[in-house]
């Protein structure tokens, strides 16, 4: 059994689901989506919303939730990476009109949630970035507030916390000020992606797991060809909702960088502990560093922590992660090691970050530690594109940001395919088009791999000089400024 990480691991009910069967014989379909991730889901329900009667399939490699829908931080956004990009080629009430469909992703999700049962624990408590840490994340939140700003984003989308307001928010080491945006709510990953498999099987789609797509064919007259190993599926659209994975189906290029990122989750907190904390209102919160990192408080009272990760020369997928809860447990039997061991390795690093941020957790376990694979898109925004001629369909590309961008983006392709004349079928990230005409490929190795270890080098160098106090200021400078160019590069 692969691991499948902390949501799944510890709800026994969604972790003991029945499997459900392989594919094994030839079918055909009105449509196959490829991926039993959020995306291929919310396409699936969309799907059988405006039509009922096309039949619709799921092949999943492995398990529903395998990929980064059963692994992520729980973020439930109304934003994605690089909306503004997409918004600033509009103007006036399109653009205005384009915001509010973003931002409107969230009460979406939550509305099919309430009207079909699906109990994912969506509190909608908004996110705090908070310059922590050190003093130069003041004046980076204050850079991006004034870019907010800029990009018409009023006090309505995200405000200013000064020290007391955000005293009461949450209790972060030298915490000063922080953003605050009302546009972000906390899922429990794992029961939104059961949530939605058991709901478009109830609409009538068939889901085949354990089922791995090895092969996609173009069969001329409106066909395609997935081979599997026990049976292929012919169908007039298909739609590779793969992510991370897509660079390993064959046929469909460098469009994505699959990237990890990696997550620490504490025992049980107590209240008292929570007292001491904050997110009393399970706002999800970031520090203001450049290190990606992301943090919820659970729904069963824990602490979720990550940060971004690393990249695989090759676009390697890496699928296990080894966490070893005897270095962060003195009670556990074999537990021997220093504590200083806790400090080393991937997950270290993050829980080294946890105790900087909240010292508070000083001796509190770390009992999980998992990851898993996100994708970056070369220009750093995501996509639905609809390649009619070839009834192919393709979204993703989201960058760590697809909670809620894969209902946005699925919803956009359904428009696309079934050619409903809609509001989100005439947006910027909406394309009836040839792939190859609107994805640019990545780079052949080793630029990607080189690329990605430097910047995250670069970006962990800068966060260490500003966390220590004797760092010089022409150092910090130095990093600020290589920082600041290499992110730039990634707008
Ligand atoms: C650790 C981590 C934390 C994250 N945190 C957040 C967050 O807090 N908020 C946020 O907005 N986003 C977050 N993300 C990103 C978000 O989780 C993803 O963007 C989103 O889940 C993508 O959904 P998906 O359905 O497109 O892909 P996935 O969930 O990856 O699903 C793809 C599925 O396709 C299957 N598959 C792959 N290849 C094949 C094949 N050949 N044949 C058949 N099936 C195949 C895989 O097994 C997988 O189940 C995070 C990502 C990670 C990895």
Same mark, same amino acid.
């Given at each position: ?8 691991? /510890? ?83 399109? #653009? ?7 931002? =409107? /992703?969230?009460?979406?999700? =939550? /509305? ?20 922590? !840490? ?14 907010? !700003? ?8 995200? !405000? ?220 750093? =925004? ?28 699925? !919803? ?70 290589? =920082?600041? #160019? ?6």
């Amino acid at each position: 059994m692969k691991e499948r990480g902390f949501w799944f691991d /510890t709800e026994p009910q969604l972790n003991q689901r029945a499997v459900l069967s392989p594919l094994e014989q030839d079918i055909t379909a009105d449509v196959a989506i490829i991926g039993a991730g959020y995306s291929g889901l919310w396409t699936a329900y969309y799907l059988k919303q405006y039509q009922p009667n096309l039949s619709v399939v799921i092949l999943e490699a492995e398990c529903i939730g395998q990929g980064a829908s059963g692994r992520n931080g729980g973020w439930l956004m109304g934003s994605f990476s690089g909306d503004v990009a997409y918004l600033n080629r509009l103007e006036g009430e399109q #653009r205005l009109i384009a915001k509010a469909i973003i931002q =409107a /992703t969230i009460s979406e999700v =939550a /509305t099919v949630c309430t009207k079909h049962y699906i109990d994912c624990d969506l509190h909608h408590g908004g996110n705090l970035r908070v310059a922590a !840490r050190y003093p130069e994340q003041v004046a980076n939140i204050k850079a991006e507030l004034a870019q907010w !700003r800029a990009d018409g984003f009023g006090e309505e989308d995200i !405000r200013w916390l000064d020290k007391p307001e955000l005293d009461k928010q949450v209790s972060m080491a030298e915490g000063q000020a922080a953003l605050f945006t009302p546009h972000c709510a906390r899922i429990h990953p794992a029961k939104l992606v059961c949530g939605l498999a058991d709901l478009v099987q109830s609409l009538g789609v068939k889901i085949y797991e354990h089922t791995p797509v090895n092969h996609m064919a173009h069969l001329g007259d409106a066909q395609t060809q997935l081979q599997t190993p026990q049976g292929n599926v012919r169908a007039a659209i298909v739609v590779p909702a793969v992510e991370g994975y897509l660079r390993q189906l064959s046929g469909l290029g460098r469009f994505t960088l699959p990237v990890q990122s990696l997550l620490i989750a504490t025992e049980p907190l107590t209240d008292a502990a929570w007292d001491a904390i904050g997110l009393a209102n399970r706002a999800t919160f970031s520090d203001a560093s450049r290190i990606v990192t992301y943090g919820q408080r659970s729904p069963d009272n824990r602490l979720i922590f990550g940060a971004r990760g690393g990249y695989g020369f090759g676009a390697k997928i890496r699928t296990e992660f080894g966490f070893d809860p005897r270095l962060f447990n003195a009670k556990f039997p074999v537990y021997q090691s220093p504590p200083q061991r806790a400090f080393e390795g991937e997950f270290g690093f993050r829980y080294q970050l946890l105790l900087a941020l909240f010292p508070q957790l000083k001796g509190v376990e770390i009992t999980h530690g998992w990851g898993g694979t996100l994708a970056l898109a070369r220009r750093f =925004a995501p996509h639905a594109i609809f390649e009619k001629s070839l009834g192919l369909g393709l979204i993703g590309g989201y960058g760590g940001e697809g909670v809620g961008a894969a209902n946005l983006f699925a !919803r956009t392709l359904v428009d696309l395919i079934l050619e409903r004349d809609t509001q989100l079928a005439s947006m910027p990230w909406a394309f009836n088009a040839p792939v190859q005409q609107v994805l640019a490929p990545w780079e052949r190795e080793p630029l990607p791999w080189l690329a990605y270890h430097g910047m995250n080098k670069i970006f962990a160098w800068e966060d260490r000089l500003y966390s220590q106090p004797t760092s010089a200021a022409w150092q910090k400078g130095l990093a600020k400024r290589l =920082a600041n #160019r290499l992110e730039g590069l990634m707008s």
